[in-house]
T-cell receptor
Framework: RKEVEQDPGPFNVPEGATVAFNCTYS??????FFWYRQDCRKEPKLLMS???SGNEDGRFTAQLNRASQYISLLIRDSKLSDSATYLC????????????FGTGTLLAVQP | GAVVSQHPSWVICKSGTSVKIECRSL??????MFWYRQFPKQSLMLMAT?????????EQGVEKDKFLINHASLTLSTLTVTSAHPEDSSFYIC?????????????FGPGTRLTVL
């Protein structure tokens, strides 16, 4: 089983739609969780950290369910500029600096 | 914000040659830098972690003699792909973790696309 698993997509949605991505992780003791965004042939950029209580940043909402070991990202009112690959990233236990990346979910927002 | 640069942004070389990639933290000091590799349609895979002034820690399956890492200062780490072969063609990305005030986040460089002919 992969350490971090995501549905690769692609998710094709119209502008203004709400879209949700899920991610599961295998190590129940993982400590930190993040969503990164990666545009084609570019480096990943931190979108938001994911906290146990859930957190929101504008149109983006992240949730963590430790019992089920999954993380979600909700994007409301999708914009064309949201088109990118969204990477679920987990910091495993015992390795403060290490990040484990999922393969990413491709989002294509259509006009 | 924290800025990390990489040089070169792309390189094409012949099989058997060595290629050096530089990673610099431009506006902060990075005690720890990380080197990742990403093949097409795959996730970033951590290759090694380097701490300033000490030997790098390589992930399982990564040959330390093939991928030489040097982290000689708090703002510069280099990755040298020795005797490169076509299967080494990939997108190499570095990231840097700050010493203070920016310790919770890894800042990524723009990546280096290596093509070995």
């Amino acid at each position: 089983r992969k350490e971090v698993e995501q549905d690769p997509g692609p998710f094709n949605v119209p502008e203004g739609a709400t879209v949700a991505f899920n991610c599961t992780y295998s190590n129940s003791a993982s400590q930190s969780f993040f969503w990164y965004r990666q545009d084609c042939r570019k480096e990943p950029k931190l979108l938001m950290s994911v906290y146990s209580s859930g957190n929101e940043d504008g149109r983006f909402t992240a949730q963590l369910n430790r019992a089920s070991q999954y993380i979600s990202l909700l994007i409301r009112d999708s914009k064309l500029s949201d088109s990118a690959t969204y990477l679920c990233v987990v910091n495993p236990p015992g390795a403060t600096n290490k990040l484990i990346f999922g393969t990413g979910t491709l989002l294509a927002v259509q006009p | 914000g924290a800025v990390v640069s990489q040089h070169p942004s792309w390189v094409i070389c012949k099989s058997g040659t060595s290629v050096k990639i530089e990673c610099r933290s431009l506006d902060f000091q990075a005690t720890t830098m990380f080197w990742y590799r990403q093949f097409p349609k795959q996730s970033l895979m951590l290759m090694a972690t380097s701490n300033e002034g000490s030997k790098a820690t390589y992930e399982q399956g990564v040959e330390k003699d093939k991928f030489l890492i040097n982290h000689a200062s708090l703002t510069l780490s280099t990755l040298t792909v020795t005797s490169a072969h076509p299967e080494d063609s990939s997108f190499y990305i570095c990231s840097a973790r700050g010493t203070s005030g920016k310790t919770d986040t890894q800042y990524f460089g723009p990546g280096t696309r290596l093509t070995v002919l």
